[in-house]
């Protein structure tokens, strides 16, 4: 089955020492996404690929990067991760950007975060 | 700009009884709509869409009708599961250019056997 793989399901790190998380997608899809959940909230877009092109949210941390080297992967990399970055982090992917607001988005079972 | 506003949960509900968790929003255009269901400890998956007024998205038992005179799509279930025990998200995209997805807060649903 077509999907959305995320790797590790749970990463533990220390404060400050950086960190990557890893999303791949056999859909062949254009468009990779990255969310931070916290706990009871809603999925908060960090950034996104379309194809090569990045495009970051106005209010994304610094401390958060991303890295799309092919289609099939999409890295999240945290430069200095502090207690607050704790979350679940979830990749997701849509065919399309499009402009008729079709393109459903297709998640991964998420990377859980915890900063010791 | 685009919002999303769902019932607070938890809502707690015994087998076979009946669901509604409310969804309104405010969009410009014509946007999209979906509910997600997030498992515990696990992504969200799509559960149901509609793309156009009087559009009723469908499955697993669940509907939802896209109301664009009342803005709202309330998912409903006529009899709930204990495995349908879930944080359920209300979504729209909007349409025309970069199409975002806007979630609601999510809506805890735990059914009791």
């Known amino acids: 089955d077509a999907m959305v793989i995320q790797n590790p399901r749970y990463q533990v790190t220390q404060f400050g020492k950086p960190v990557t998380l890893s999303c791949s997608q056999t859909?062949?899809?254009?468009?990779m996404y990255w969310y931070q959940q916290k706990s009871s909230q809603a999925p908060k877009l960090l950034f996104h690929y379309y194809d090569k092109d990045f495009n970051n949210e106005a209010d994304t941390p610094d401390n958060f990067q991303s890295r799309r080297p092919n289609t099939s992967f999409c890295f999240l990399d945290i430069r200095s991760p502090g207690l607050g970055d704790a979350a679940m982090y979830l990749c997701a992917t849509s065919r399309d950007r499009g402009t008729s607001g079709r393109n459903e988005q297709f998640f991964g079972p998420g990377t859980r975060l915890t900063v010791l | 700009g685009d919002s999303v506003t769902q019932m607070e949960g938890p809502v707690t509900l015994s087998e076979e009884a009946f669901l509604t968790i409310n969804c309104t929003y405010t969009?410009?255009?014509?946007?999209?709509l979906f509910w997600y269901v997030q498992y515990p400890g696990e992504g969200l998956q799509l559960l149901l869409k509609?793309?156009?007024?009087?559009d009723k998205g469908s499955n697993k038992g669940f509907e939802a009708t896209y109301r664009k005179e009342t803005t709202s799509f309330h998912l409903e279930k006529g009899s709930v599961q204990v495995s349908d025990s879930a944080v359920y998200f209300c979504a729209l995209s909007s349409t025309g250019g970069y199409q975002k997805v806007t979630f609601g807060t999510g809506t805890k649903l735990q059914v009791i056997p």
């Open positions: 509609a793309t156009k007024a009087d």
């Open positions: 969009a410009t255009g014509y946007p999209s």
């Open positions: 859909l062949n899809h254009n468009v």
